[in-house]
């Protein structure tokens, strides 16, 4: 085991956990990381990201040492503004059904959505995957610590990926972010796989035993408190901070998180939030870091 492997054994100092959020909260994430470092607050130096669905997004580009404000503006591989994904909004209805009753058998609705997902008219997987690196900028795994976690679509288990896995990082990325009805499941080592956010909106469990465990959850607002609370129960960080929307930005989000008419907005207001966070969180983050 290198050194480099063994560090990543270990507890994290830092540890950043991006939550679900569609298009709009991943620009609003992306908003925010760039205005907090503006602010003297860089999280792409946490030893371990967490990005789940969009939020793989923005860690892969904060991990990868992107400066996020290139995801101002969504792009198409050829530079151009992006366009909306192929939507099969039947099968997009059908899973959202599923999951509202997901609480009596939460292991067979993450195999039904598996089901409906794979039956989902969402387009070629090579689209999918040519978005999400135009968006994560990168097709190479970093050395700093980033976790992907996937829904097996077959069996509706958990996979995380990371460095080590063997999958290049676009395909983990848009494996993470593949939502049933809105995009198709990937491919990857003969197995299909689904968003990550179908097991948990910020997979905060996965960052265990942090010194410093910083959640930023874009839709804190729509989901019960105790969802989040369980999760961080588990992950039994000594310190934790937690960052959702305010007001603001929540405006700005509008009523649709996968309408990317709103993703300027969302990062604009990100960025606006970003000043009000950033002496709420710099104590903690620059403590962390001082006493490792």
Known sequence: ????????????????????????????????????????????????????????????????????????????????????????RRRLGEVFAVLRDAASDPAEAWRRAGRIALLAETGPEQAHLDRMRALAGTDRWPDRRLLIPTTDAGTGEQRVFDRASGAPLTAAVAAGTAFPGIYPPITIDGRRYLDGSLRSATNARLAADARLLVVIDPQAHLFPRELLDRELAEAAARTVVTIEPDAASILAFGPDPSDRRAWQPAYRAGLDQAAATAPRLRPAWTSAATTA
């Open 1 to 88: 085991m290198d050194a480099l492997d063994q560090a990543h054994n270990q507890a994290p100092v830092r540890a950043l956990a991006l939550g679900a959020g569609g298009p709009v909260g991943a620009a609003w994430t992306a908003g925010l990381a760039c205005g907090l470092r503006r602010a003297g607050v860089d999280l792409g130096e946490a030893d371990l990201i967490v990005g789940t669905s969009t939020g793989a997004i923005v860690g892969a580009v904060l991990a990868t040492g992107q400066d996020p404000s290139r995801l101002a503006t969504p792009v198409r591989p050829d530079g151009s503004p992006g366009t909306p994904p192929q939507v099969d």
